[in-house]
């Protein structure tokens, strides 16, 4: 059964910067849609940055635009995503997620075949 794979989170200070990783030993991202979504306790998960592996176009939610890059390596079939300037409201499970680059609704859960198990992020004001 395929599964991605994070790494990287942990627990920083406000304006503390972690890189996660998204990568999978089974699966080729190849043209895939990888987002990137989080849910914080009692909250919906929401997706916030997506990249699309074959070009490397990305895009991100006004409440990361600008402190987190999304990037990929297509050798290490890993997908990465640096955060900087982290702030107490970005503490959630965090989760990769690959789906067909044609997804209707990229924030849309159900639209993706393959899910990770998520990293933790916690954010100390």
């Known amino acids: 059964q395929v599964q991605l794979v994070e790494s990287g989170g942990g627990s920083v200070q406000a304006g503390g910067s972690l890189r996660l990783s998204c990568t999978s030993s089974g699966y080729t991202f190849y043209t895939d849609l990888v987002a990137w979504f989080r849910q914080a306790p009692g909250k919906e998960r929401e997706g916030f940055a997506h990249i699309y592996y074959n070009s490397g176009s990305t895009y991100y939610a006004d409440s990361v635009k600008g402190r987190f890059t999304i990037s990929r390596d297509i050798a290490q079939n890993t997908v990465y995503l640096q955060m900087d300037d982290l702030k107490p409201e970005d503490s959630a499970m965090y989760y990769c997620?690959?789906?067909?680059?044609?997804?209707?609704?990229?924030?849309?859960?159900?639209?993706?075949?393959?899910w990770g198990q998520g990293t933790q992020v916690t954010v100390s004001a």
């Open positions: 997620a690959a789906g067909s680059s044609w997804l209707n609704d990229w924030t849309d859960t159900s639209e993706y075949s393959y």
